[in-house]
C-alpha cells in the first residue's frame, strides 16, 4: 500500500513498515508539516488561508466555523454568509432550504458530505477524495454536481477540503 500526505498527495518514505494490524489514517510530508508548525501562534483562519485548497472547518454540530479564501472564492459568498451556518445552506444544497431545513431531512441521512464529516468527528479518521453527488441550488435551476472531499479531524473542528467540484456528467 502505498502512503501519501494528507494535504499534498505526495508519496511519503516510511521508513519502517508498521505492523500489520497498527493501521495509519493519515501523514503527513516534511514540508506539509512544516507550513502547519510554521506559525503556532496564527489565527485557524490565517492557517487555512496557507493551504492550496477551499477547506472549511467545521463544528461538531455540522455548522461551518469558518472557511479559507480559496473556499469562499470557490462559493461566491463572504465569511458572514458561512460562518454559524449548516453545510448544506453554505453550498446551497436544494435539500437545505427547505422542509425542516439542512441536516434534518430524510435527504441528509444519506448525505455523503455530512455522513463523512459527522464520521471523521467520531472516528477521527480522515477520509481521502470521497464522492458525493449533492443536489444544489444554482440560480433558478437545480443541478447534480460532483464533488471529491477529503476531512481531517483538527482539534475541535473537521477540516473539510474540497478537492474537485463540477456539474455532474
Known amino acids: 500500500m502505498i502512503r501519501v500526505c494528507a494535504w499534498c498527495r505526495k508519496e511519503l518514505e516510511i521508513s519502517s513498515a508498521p505492523e500489520v494490524d497498527t493501521p495509519i489514517s493519515h501523514g503527513i510530508c516534511d514540508a506539509c508539516a512544516a507550513r502547519v508548525l510554521a506559525n503556532p501562534g496564527e489565527t485557524l483562519m490565517d492557517f487555512l488561508d496557507r493551504l492550496d485548497a477551499p477547506i472549511l472547518a467545521i463544528l461538531p454540530d455540522a455548522r461551518v466555523f469558518t472557511a479559507n479564501q480559496r473556499a469562499l472564492n470557490l462559493l461566491g459568498k463572504g465569511l458572514e454568509h458561512v460562518r454559524n451556518y449548516r453545510g448544506g445552506e453554505v453550498i446551497e444544497c436544494h ?37 458525493a453527488y449533492p443536489d444544489l441550488q444554482i440560480g433558478a435551476e437545480v443541478k447534480t454536481m460532483s464533488l471529491l472531499i477529503s476531512t481531517w479531524k483538527f482539534g475541535d473542528f473537521v477540516l473539510l477540503k474540497i478537492d474537485d467540484l463540477r456539474e455532474k456528467d
Do not use: D, Y
Request: hydrophobic share 30%; glycine share 10%.
Open 95 to 131: 435539500h437545505a432550504h427547505t422542509g425542516a431545513g439542512c441536516g434534518f431531512q430524510v435527504h441528509c441521512q444519506s448525505c455523503t458530505i455530512r455522513n463523512t464529516v459527522l464520521e471523521t468527528f467520531a472516528t477521527g479518521k480522515s477520509r481521502i477524495k470521497v464522492p
